[in-house]
């Protein structure tokens, strides 16, 4: 049992601390996992906060089928996807918005990131598609096998390592165009 | 260019906490109304359902609407599959004397035919003359082809009546009936929805018409509907005069003056007076009346 389950059963349990932990240990890598899906780091932000809102308010049961990573940011995704849906039909980012955007996120990477190999595949992934930036992030930021990738996206293990495959390619031609040296990475 | 500030762990954690109470309450605030919504309209519903069952049920409709919609009724049936009817009018000299009653295999036990007639008429003198006599008697006015339709013919017959032998009916309420079931429709003989009284049988003892719209009884103890007693109160026949329409669901009394009298009274409130009859007929002397009677037989409902 990882620290993420204990924390949560603490909460469940009424213990407010066990949240707290949760918050601190996991809020950055949630947003940025969410940005790879909303596009913007700002939103996702708030859908972050949502889902740690949803998670405190309702208490859902975790079935233990992998780790807690893999359960929270499975209702992370899930909270996107809902935003997604209810903001289709009328965006609400403007080119302001993605300005402040830009910014924000290149100084969450200095924070979260901190190694610059990594914030610049990070800024690079940002060119790439929704999908490709999803998987990347869960396989090379998480860590995630592509098992638990796979439960997180909700795809088969199999479409995960074709999703990976062609996303390492996209962002190969991303940072090629920079005159990045993939193969260093 | 704008700068973004992110919140701090400190800061989402507060966030987030305020938001899950603040949502809490909204909750809660929203249960209470749905509960007290819910407690208003569940009477209202209640009370609805309620009086569309009662509605359904027809406990709002007049008793005739009832008689009128019913389209099926129950013969409570004795356990043969058909049974001859078997009419004879009796004529006195100043009353009609009229019974109706069917034939049954219990009835070889019997000896004497139990005759009644309008005492209101005129007092009816008792003379006893042997039993001979009164078959014989009986025999020429029951032979007559011409008692199919009623008449009150005047005839030199002497004013005759037997000793009548009732059979006890003083246990007869809590009797259980063993009976076949035969479904049919109600007949119409113009005056709406009916059935042909002929007789009720309650244990051993049958009763059969002895009066219509009598004065001479009250009414006593209740025991029962019609439809709860075997007999043949749904008979049908082309000679309707000689029946008298009852419901199975008319109610059925005893008459305070005696227990032996049985009072059915219909919906429209006239009120039938049944007698014990006794009729043995076998007897040969009747041969000629089921002659002149059809047959009626009933369809038994397998």
């Known amino acids: 049992m990882d620290n993420g389950s204990e924390n ?26 969410i940005s790879s899906i909303v596009g913007n780091i700002c939103t996702a932000e708030d859908i972050a906060e949502e889902t ?48 402040i955007s830009e910014s924000a996120e290149n100084s969450l990477e200095n924070t979260f990131l901190k190694h610059e190999q990594k914030i610049t595949v990070h800024q690079a992934m940002r060119k790439l598609k929704s999908e ?30 074709n999703l990976l495959s062609r996303a390492r390619k996209s962002l190969k031609s991303e940072l090629e165009k920079e005159n990045f040296d993939y193969e260093k990475l | 260019m704008k700068n973004y500030k992110f919140k701090s762990c400190d800061e989402m954690t507060q966030d987030v906490f305020e938001k899950i109470r603040q949502r809490k309450a909204e909750n809660t605030a929203r249960k209470k109304k749905l509960t007290k919504t819910a407690f208003a309209v569940c009477p209202l519903c209640a009370a609805a359902v309620l009086g ?89 006015v029951a032979v007559s082809s011409e008692i199919i339709t009623t008449h009150k013919a005047t005839t030199t017959a002497p004013k005759t009546t037997t000793t009548q032998k009732f059979t006890t009916a003083a246990t ?42 009598t004065n001479n009884y009250t009414i006593g103890e209740y025991i029962g509907k019609v439809g709860d007693f075997s007999g043949q109160y749904g008979i049908s026949g082309t000679n309707s005069q000689f029946h008298l329409r009852c419901c199975d669901t008319d109610s059925v009394y005893y008459a305070s003056e005696s227990s032996d009298i049985l009072l059915v009274k219909r919906n429209d409130g006239r009120i039938f007076e049944l007698k014990p009859v006794l009729v043995d007929w076998n007897d040969p002397v009747f041969n000629s009346v089921f002659d002149a009677v059809p047959s009626l037989l009933f369809e038994i409902d397998n």
Not at chain 1, 52 to 69: N, T
Not at chain 1, 70 to 90: E, P, Q, S
Not at chain 2, 120 to 131: P, S
């Open chain 1, 8 to 33: 949560y059963r603490r909460y469940c349990d009424g213990d407010e601390n066990g949240l707290v932990e949760i918050i601190k240990e996991y809020k950055d890598g949630l947003i940025f996992y």
């Open chain 1, 52 to 99: 740690f809102i949803l998670i405190g308010l309702k208490k859902p049961k975790d079935k233990g089928k992998g780790s807690f990573k893999t359960w929270l940011y499975t209702i992370g995704r899930n909270t996107a996807v809902d935003y997604i849906r209810k903001n289709a039909k009328y965006p609400k980012v403007s080119l302001e918005n993605i300005e």
């Open chain 1, 132 to 161: 490709h930036r999803q998987v990347l992030w869960l396989t090379y930021f998480e860590q995630l096998s592509n098992k638990e990738t796979a439960m997180v996206m909700k795809k088969s293990v199999h479409s995960i390592e």
């Open chain 2, 52 to 140: 569309v069952s009662l509605s359904n049920s027809g406990i709002f409709s007049s008793p005739q609407k009832m008689i009128e919609t019913h389209t099926e009724y129950e013969i409570v049936n004795e356990e043969k599959t058909a049974e001859t009817i078997k009419t004879t009018a009796l004529t006195t000299e100043n009353s009609t004397v009229m019974f109706v009653s069917t034939e049954t295999e219990t009835s070889e036990t019997e000896e004497k035919v139990t005759e009644y007639t309008d005492i209101t008429t005129e007092e009816i003198q008792n003379i006893e003359t042997e039993e001979d006599t009164i078959i014989n008697e009986t025999t020429h």
């Open chain 2, 172 to 213: 007869i309420k809590t009797e259980s009936i063993t009976t076949e079931s035969v479904t049919q429709p109600i007949q119409s003989n113009g005056n709406g929805l009916a059935v042909f009284f002929t007789y009720v049988e309650i244990g051993e003892t049958r009763y059969s018409v002895a009066e219509y719209s």
